[in-house]
């Protein structure tokens, strides 16, 4: 049996946290490595527990999560560590800044048990956690403010299946979901989007959504 995966909880709202806690540890593939209810104290639990997940909320004290993720999982960070943030649909800028600071993805507070373990199963693995319907408000709204100037998407490395590919990537579709679109196998698409976050550089779908509004392939 493989490890469990270990999951860090940093909540300023105890009976919040004190949730989230009861659920994961009832899991028998997850543990709870720790919990705080500051910023500030996610970035030291998490530089010295080294958890597989950080479940982040973004409004905290000392630290607001935002900042705790970009020193958990920014660029240049030696060891970064996977981080979900958890948001309501009032912080949707906040979230946005969160994703772009380098978490792996988001839930909404009010999302059932289920979905909150099958976020931290999906980051732990590696992917990103993209809800379509959020994904297209938030980055939407704030598409302006990143999109770049005309022309910008003329010197992207990518194929124009590729681009194809990206584009639905960041209209919040799962593998399956874009293998029905384009009538490919799933394993197809797979190849095609590890391509295209290897050519980009790019670590996960959560920053192939944000490069495709910064260039300007998506409206």
Same mark, same amino acid.
């Given at each position: 049996?493989?490890?469990?995966?270990?999951?860090?909880?940093?909540?300023?709202?105890?009976?919040?946290?004190?949730?989230?806690?009861?659920?994961?540890?009832?899991?028998?593939?997850?543990?709870?490595?720790?919990?705080?209810?500051?910023?500030?104290?996610?970035?030291?639990?998490?530089?010295?527990?080294?958890?597989? =997940?950080? $479940?982040?909320? /973004?409004?905290?004290?000392? !630290? @607001?999560?935002?900042?705790?993720?970009? +020193?958990? %999982? &920014? #660029?240049?960070?030696?060891?970064? =560590?996977? $981080?979900?943030? /958890?948001?309501?649909?009032? !912080? @949707?800028?906040?979230?946005?800044?969160? +994703?772009? %600071? &380098? #978490?792996?993805?988001?839930?909404?507070?009010?999302?059932?048990?289920?979905?909150?373990?099958?976020?931290?199963?999906?980051?732990?693995?590696?992917?990103?956690?993209?809800?379509?319907?959020?994904?297209?408000?938030?980055?939407?709204?704030?598409?302006?403010?990143?999109?770049?100037?005309?022309?910008?998407?003329?010197?992207?490395?990518?194929?124009?299946?590729?681009?194809?590919?990206?584009?639905?990537?960041?209209?919040?579709?799962?593998?399956?979901?874009?293998?029905?679109?384009?009538?490919?196998?799933?394993?197809?698409?797979?190849?095609?989007?590890?391509?295209?976050?290897?050519?980009?550089?790019?670590?996960?779908?959560?920053?192939?959504?944000?490069?495709?509004?910064?260039?300007?392939?998506?409206?």
């Amino acid at each position: 049996m493989s490890a469990p995966i270990r999951v860090l909880v940093c909540d300023d709202q105890m009976l919040v946290r004190t949730g989230l806690v009861t659920v994961i540890d009832a899991q028998p593939d997850m543990e709870v490595a720790g919990e705080c209810e500051d910023g500030r104290a996610a970035v030291d639990l998490g530089g010295r527990l080294s958890p597989d =997940v950080v $479940v982040m909320d /973004v409004r905290m004290p000392v !630290l @607001d999560g935002i900042e705790a993720t970009r +020193l958990l %999982a &920014g #660029a240049g960070v030696d060891r970064p =560590v996977k $981080v979900l943030v /958890v948001t309501t649909f009032n !912080l @949707d800028e906040y979230v946005y800044e969160a +994703l772009r %600071a &380098g #978490a792996s993805g988001f839930l909404l507070k009010d999302a059932p048990p289920d979905r909150l373990l099958h976020g931290i199963r999906t980051v732990a693995a590696g992917a990103a956690l993209l809800d379509p319907e959020v994904t297209r408000r938030l980055v939407g709204k704030y598409a302006t403010r990143i999109r770049p100037a005309v022309g910008a998407e003329t010197d992207t490395p990518l194929t124009p299946r590729e681009l194809e590919v990206l584009r639905l990537i960041a209209d919040g579709l799962s593998n399956s979901e874009i293998a029905a679109a384009l009538v490919l196998s799933p394993e197809t698409v797979k190849t095609f989007v590890s391509r295209i976050l290897t050519k980009l550089d790019l670590r996960d779908r959560v920053q192939a959504v944000v490069y495709a509004y910064r260039r300007g392939l998506v409206t």
